[in-house]
């Protein structure tokens, strides 16, 4: 028996104009984001991630320039958004483990930027290892679609100065509330 090849002129008429093709082209990065992938690796007992490396000097290795001053955990609790911040003398890592699963947003608008307006989202967790760097100046938040609350890791390479905060804040809904719903597909 041979298989016939179909065409979008084979479909039902009423149907035939929603169809369109996904679009699998790589994703444009902000400029100075970087994705660090980390191994993880599979135990019997479970797994483990070697997450940040410093040499004697105090740099992290996987982010030559950054020099580790501060880790902090947030824990976010399932449906929150804790978006937009960002910071004009600091720079970011973050972290949040494999078994977890915690959804970021970040948005270049830094005005002499090659990627100003940028914006990006992504999924930090989710069965991978992974660092992501968050240079300053680029707003930066998260939400929790999971049922579960999700720890996030954030390594910095400045104290946290209470009388002096570098913690600018937008309002969370600043690219629309549209930016942190999940897609459908």
């Given at each position: 028996?041979?298989?016939?090849?179909?065409?979008?002129?084979?479909?039902?008429?009423?149907?035939?104009?929603?169809?369109?093709?996904?679009?699998?082209?790589?994703?444009?990065?902000?400029?100075?984001?970087?994705?660090?992938?980390?191994?993880?690796?599979?135990?019997?007992?479970?797994?483990?991630?070697?997450?940040?490396?410093?040499?004697?000097?105090?740099?992290?290795?996987?982010?030559?320039?950054?020099?580790?001053?501060?880790?902090n955990r947030v824990r976010q609790i399932p449906d929150s958004i804790k978006a937009w911040h960002l910071h004009y003398n600091q720079d970011e890592i973050w972290y949040v483990a494999p078994s977890e699963d915690?959804?970021?947003?970040?948005?270049?608008?830094?005005?002499?930027?090659?990627?100003?307006?940028?914006?990006?989202?992504?999924?930090?967790?989710?069965?991978?290892?992974?660092?992501?760097?968050?240079?300053?100046?680029?707003?930066?938040?998260?939400?929790?679609?999971?049922?579960?609350?999700?720890?996030?890791?954030?390594?910095?390479?400045?104290?946290?100065?209470?009388?002096?905060?570098?913690?600018?804040?937008?309002?969370?809904?600043?690219?629309?509330?549209?930016?942190?719903?999940?897609?459908?597909?």
């Amino acid at each position: 028996m041979s298989v016939k090849k179909i065409s979008k002129n084979d479909i039902l008429n009423e149907i035939r104009n929603q169809i369109t093709t996904a679009d699998y082209s790589p994703e444009k990065v902000i400029s100075g984001v970087k994705f660090i992938e980390l191994e993880n690796h599979i135990l019997e007992e479970g797994d483990l991630s070697e997450i940040i490396r410093v040499n004697s000097r105090g740099f992290v290795e996987q982010v030559p320039h950054f020099k580790l001053a501060q880790i902090n955990r947030v824990r976010q609790i399932p449906d929150s958004i804790k978006a937009w911040h960002l910071h004009y003398n600091q720079d970011e890592i973050w972290y949040v483990a494999p078994s977890e699963d915690l959804f970021v947003g970040l948005w270049d608008i830094r005005k002499n930027s090659e990627t100003a307006n940028l914006s990006m989202r992504l999924t930090l967790g989710g069965g991978k290892s992974m660092l992501l760097y968050i240079p300053r100046g680029i707003a930066h938040g998260s939400a929790n679609f999971s049922q579960n609350p999700a720890d996030l890791y954030s390594v910095v390479n400045r104290t946290f100065d209470l009388k002096k905060p570098d913690e600018m804040r937008l309002p969370w809904d600043s690219l629309g509330e549209e930016f942190w719903q999940p897609l459908k597909d």
